[in-house]
Each structure stands twice: as structure tokens, then as C-alpha cells.
């Protein structure tokens, strides 16, 4: 059973076996051939990638791995949450600011929304985001291009979503309903293009240059090509 999935830079696939103990993530490549990273891990559920770091919900263990997909050393970056080999949610995501999450349970919370970017051990740490909505195995999404977390596999069968805003994330509220026992949700890379202008200097004296830059930034998650300001 596939729980999770995540791609690099080069366009290599990453997949784990989350009903499988000790079982190696496998790496399909660009041109469909698929080989298996030399480490394997426990009940492994979800991965997200930063970098050239893999990290793995590993269930068996209750914690959050890290591996160099280079030197494929593992370590530990977060631990103190329910170990399960089945039926737990461990979903992974990485948000704009490059912060490591995690839906997953703990001691005093039931499935909620760590941010484990600093490491260490979660078992009494309170959320960055809780719902009694949550169930054990939903999956959560992030739109880079506005900061919105999408949550699947809620009780009642909906689709939630939050805004980080400022570092804060917005209260849960209702994105798709009558979707059925969902758990699982993604979103699509896209390519944002946003253009800013600015003068300088401000104020401009008389008979004095006034000069205006144009800056176009990709705010998305795709590369752009062709792309002509004018």
C-alpha cells in the first residue's frame, strides 16, 4: 500500500511500503527504471524532500528520518509520536518556508500538525494545528503558491484547509465536502509569474533622474522559459 510519494530535482521518484516492515524505499527514474535505496526502514508511511534530504515517517518507531540521498546516511530528526504499523497518518510536507511537517499523534494530542523542522522529541509538544476533525490515516497537501494546507480524510468525509500566514496558521475550514473516505490529497506545481516596479530615488528633485526598475519573480514551483517584460 502506497502512503506516500516524493520527487527531486533530477525528477527521480521516491515510494515507500507502508504495510511492509523493514522495507527499502523504492526509486523510480525518469526513464521508468526502478531501483531501491540500500536503507530500509520500519513501517515507513510518508517522505517529503528538501535539498538532497529524504525524510520518512517511519511508524515503527513513532519518528521522523532523515536521509542524505547521497551518502544515504540516515538520522533522526523528530521522535515521541504513536508508533503504529498501520492506520496512522505521518504525512509529510514541506511549506514555503522550508519548515518539516507532520500530521501525526502524540501523547497529549490526537492526529494534529507538528512542525518538526528544529528536531527533537514531540511526545508532550503541542501542535502548530489541531482539529478534532483528523482522523488516523489522512493526508495533507501544501500549495506553495498561496500557503494552503489541504487535509483529506476527515471524520465527516470532507476536505479541510488552512492558510500559514505570518508564521500562523488560519483556522481549519471547509474546502470540498461529500468527498467520501478520503485520504489523500495533492496539489499541481504551476509556474506564478508576478512583476513589481519601483522608483528611485523618492523624492526626485527637479531636473534630477528618476530611475525604474522592473522585477519579475516566479512564485511558483515550475521553471519559465520565453519570459519578455516589456
Known amino acids: 500500500s502506497i502512503d506516500g510519494i516524493a520527487a527531486d530535482a533530477a525528477g527521480n521518484i521516491y515510494v515507500p511500503n507502508s504495510r511492509v516492515a523493514n522495507q527499502p524505499i523504492a526509486k523510480i527514474a525518469p526513464s521508468g527504471d526502478i531501483s531501491y ?14 535539498g538532497n ?38 504525512s509529510l510536507a514541506v511549506d514555503p518556508r522550508g519548515h518539516i511537517l507532520v500530521l501525526w499523534s502524540n501523547s497529549n494530542h ?6 518538526v523542522t528544529a528536531g527533537g522529541n514531540f511526545s508532550s509538544t503541542n501542535p502548530v494545528l489541531s482539529d478534532g476533525n483528523y482522523t488516523d490515516d489522512n493526508q495533507i497537501a501544501v500549495d506553495p503558491n498561496t500557503s494552503t494546507f489541504y487535509f483529506a480524510g476527515a471524520a465527516n468525509d ?13 483556522p481549519l475550514t471547509l474546502h470540498q465536502g ?27 528633485q527637479p ?4 530611475t525604474y526598475t522592473l522585477t519579475a519573480t516566479n512564485g511558483g514551483t515550475l521553471p519559465m522559459t520565453s519570459v519578455v517584460v516589456t
Not at 536503507?39 to 517522505?47: D, I, N, P, Y
Not at 531636473?207 to 528618476?210: D, R
Request: net charge negative; glycine share 10%; with cysteine.
Open 37 to 50: 535505496l540500500p536503507v530500509s526502514f520500519t513501517w515507513a508511511s510518508s517522505l517529503a524532500i528538501l
Open 53 to 90: 534530504t529524504l525524510y520518512v515517517s517511519e511508524g515503527g518507531t513513532g519518528s521522523v528520518k532523515t536521509m542524505d540521498l547521497t551518502t544515504f546516511q540516515v538520522g533522526t530528526l523528530a521522535t515521541g509520536f504513536r508508533v503504529a504499523s498501520d492506520h496512522f497518518s505521518g
Open 110 to 115: 490526537g492526529t494534529s500538525l507538528f512542525d
Open 158 to 170: 470532507v476536505v479541510y484547509k488552512s492558510v500559514l500566514s505570518n508564521g500562523t496558521f488560519g
Open 178 to 204: 461529500n468527498v467520501g473516505d478520503c485520504e489523500a490529497v495533492c496539489t499541481f506545481p504551476s509556474s506564478v509569474l508576478s512583476v513589481a516596479k519601483t522608483a528611485s530615488p523618492s523624492p526626485v
Open 207 to 210: 531636473q534630477s533622474s528618476l
